[in-house]
């Protein structure tokens, strides 16, 4: 430490003399140094500590440059752990839902998002999950409208469709449904009209014969007339 100078002696006189304990500051040989004036009880010493500002200065920037490591060190870990939270929490549900997805685009709609959460990507999965079972869905509604065409082409009109259908494949149902109610009436009314031509064509029948068995009755009278007429005039002869 720094030996006391004669100018510091009688700094100190100074702030003894005004009676003024405390600490006091004041610029000796061109360096700025910081006194504590503190009387003893009972006595009349008084004890003067003194320190140069650039002691003091050297402890603050010491402190200050191991404060700020800290802070740089504490920053970096705090940033890695950001970073490796950041990875849990999204990078984690975004490879899943990817796989999930290329699964689903190579076929695989059975694919289901193992990934629970209360967040926003919980809510991505819930609604992926459901995406995935409606292109189910809709795999099932096109099998069976293939059945039902199968069977119309093959004459089978009495179809019934057992998919709930939903969204705009109702509208392929309501049709399908309309085609068979159409259909089934019209082939009604052409068996109906059928049977109709049929009776018809009995009928027809019928006097066909009818009108035959009176020619022929009526050939049999002209032919015995005829006989008759020919036996009277050989008798006249």
Known sequence: SELPS?????????????????????????????????????????????????????????????????AIVAIILLSVMIFLLSARIVISPVKKLDAAAQRIADGDLNTKVDYQSNDEFGALSDNFGKTANRLHSYVDYIDEISKVLNMIANGNLNFRLEHDYAGEFAKVKDALENISDSLNETISRIDSSSQQVSAGAGHLSTGSQSLSQGAAEQAAAVEELSATISELSEQVH
Not at 6 to 15: F, I, R
Not at 17 to 25: M, P, V
Not at 49 to 56: D, G, K, L, S, W
Request: hydrophobic share 50%.
């Open 6 to 70: 004669d100018s510091m002696y009688v700094k100190a006189g100074e702030w003894i003399s005004a009676n003024s304990a405390g600490i006091h500051n004041a610029k000796i040989d061109g360096k700025m140094m910081y006194f504590f004036l503190q009387w003893v009880p009972n006595t009349n010493w008084v004890t003067v500590c003194f320190v140069p500002e650039a002691e003091i200065m050297a402890d603050a920037n010491a402190l200050t440059r191991t404060l700020l490591i800290i």
